[in-house]
C-alpha cells in the first residue's frame, strides 16, 4: 500500500514539474526566430494573409517570424511538411480551408490527419467569395442571372481556379440553392479565369476578392456575396441570404496552427498576441482593404470551426462529383 501511494506521489511530482516546466518554457518564449509554414506559393490570399498577421505579431513577440513558401497539391506538401515539424513553438502553420477542411473529401489519401496532426492557434480572417459577371452581361441583378440561366439551362457557363477550388465549390452550392445548371470551365489558377470572365467569354464566377480591383474598374459587377454579412469592401451589393438563395455561405479561411504536441501554454501566449493584433485599428482596416472578415477568438473556437468545415463540405464535395485522384 505505501510502495502504491509512493508511486502515486512520484506522478503527481513529476506531472507538477513537466506543467511548472512548459510554463517556464512558455515565459521566456520566444527566444529565437519562428518559422511560419504558408503552403502556397508567395502572392496568394493565404500567404498575404500570413505577412499580413505575422508581421504585428512578431512585433509583440520580439522575435521575427520568417516565412517558408511551399506550394503544391492544393496545399497538402506544406500541411505535410508542417505536420511533421517540431512541436516546439516555433514551427507554425497558415491554415487554410483547402488543406484543413476541403482536401480530406477530394484525395483518398492525404499525408496528414487535418484534425489530429495541428493544434489550432486562432482563427484570422475569411475572404468570402463574389458572384461577379462581365461590365456586357445584361444580368444586373442576382434574381436576373438566374432568370436567364434558368431560361437557357446548360448554355452558360462560369469559370474558377481548377477543380475543387473556392471558386468551383461556391458555384456548386449556388447551382444548387437557385436550381440552375451552368457549365464549369476550371482554369489553371484564379488569374485566367478572371482575365476570360472580363473579355466575356465565361458567363459569371463566385470569385474570392482578388476581383475588386475588376470590380472598381467596372469591368466586372457584383451581384451577391456568400456570407452571412455584407462585405466591407462592396457595402452596396447584397448577400445570397437576400436575395433570397439562404445558406449559400462560402470563402477562403485562413488560421494560425501549430503541429499537435506544441505546449498549451505556448499556443494561449500565440493566441493572445494573434486577438491584440486582430482587434488593432490598423489591422481592422487592412483585413478591410482587403475584403476580408477578422476572425479571433480561442483556440477551442477555432477547432470546433474545422470540425464544422469539414462536416459541411463533405456534402458539397460530393455534390460537385470533384476528385484529384
Known sequence: MMKKAHVCMMAALLAAAGLAAAQQGA???????????????????????????????AQKLGQPIVIDNRGGAGGNIGTELAAR????????????????????HLYSKLGFDPIKDFAPIVYVSNVPNILVVPASSPAKTAKELIEVARANPGKLNYGSGGVG???????????????????????????????????????????????????????????????????????????????????????????????????????????????????????KRRMAEFGAEIGGGTPEEFGQFIVSEIKRYESIVRLSGAKLD
Request: proline letters at 10%.
Open 85 to 104: 515539424m517540431k512541436p516546439d513553438g516555433y514551427n507554425l502553420l497558415m491554415g487554410s480551408i483547402s488543406p484543413n477542411a476541403v482536401n480530406i
Open 165 to 283: 477550388s473556392s471558386q468551383h465549390l461556391a458555384a456548386v452550392q449556388f447551382m444548387s440553392a437557385a436550381k440552375i445548371n451552368i457549365v464549369h470551365v476550371p482554369y489553371k489558377g484564379t488569374a485566367p479565369a478572371e482575365a476570360d470572365l472580363v473579355a466575356g467569354h465565361i458567363s459569371l464566377m463566385l470569385d474570392t476578392t482578388t476581383c475588386l480591383p475588376f470590380i472598381a474598374s467596372g469591368k466586372m459587377r457584383a451581384l451577391a456575396v456568400a456570407s452571412k454579412k455584407r462585405n466591407p469592401a462592396l457595402p452596396d451589393v447584397p448577400t445570397f441570404d437576400e436575395v433570397g438563395l439562404p445558406g449559400v455561405y462560402a470563402s477562403s479561411w485562413y488560421g494560425l496552427m501549430a503541429p499537435a504536441g506544441t505546449p498549451r501554454p505556448v499556443i494561449d501566449k500565440l493566441n493572445a498576441e494573434a486577438n491584440q493584433v486582430l482587434q488593432s485599428v490598423d489591422m
Open 27 to 57: 515565459a521566456g518564449y520566444p527566444n529565437q526566430p519562428i518559422k511560419l509554414m504558408v503552403p502556397w506559393p508567395a502572392g496568394g490570399g493565404v500567404d498575404t494573409t500570413a505577412r499580413m498577421i505575422s508581421e504585428p505579431i
